[in-house]
């Protein structure tokens, strides 16, 4: 599988990780702690962009300023 659309999968589940931090964000109560699970999720989602970013540049999967 090309990483290209590993790294817009994870790009697009970062987005709407933060939507639906700021809809918890707006419309929870303070007791709940779904705001803090979206933003761990947002977190790691972060991470795993990176690492797969990281890992294709050095294998050689991506290179710069190609398409």
Known sequence: MDPRFIIIALLAAVVISLGF????LVRD???RRR???A???RVALSIALIV???VSVLM??????SF
Do not use: H, I, Q, Y
């Open 39 to 41: 933003l761990k999720l």
């Open 21 to 24: 931090s700021v809809v918890f």
């Open 29 to 31: 109560d303070s007791s």
């Open 60 to 65: 050689g999967w991506l290179r710069p300023n």
């Open 35 to 37: 705001t803090l699970n």
């Open 52 to 54: 797969v970013f990281a």
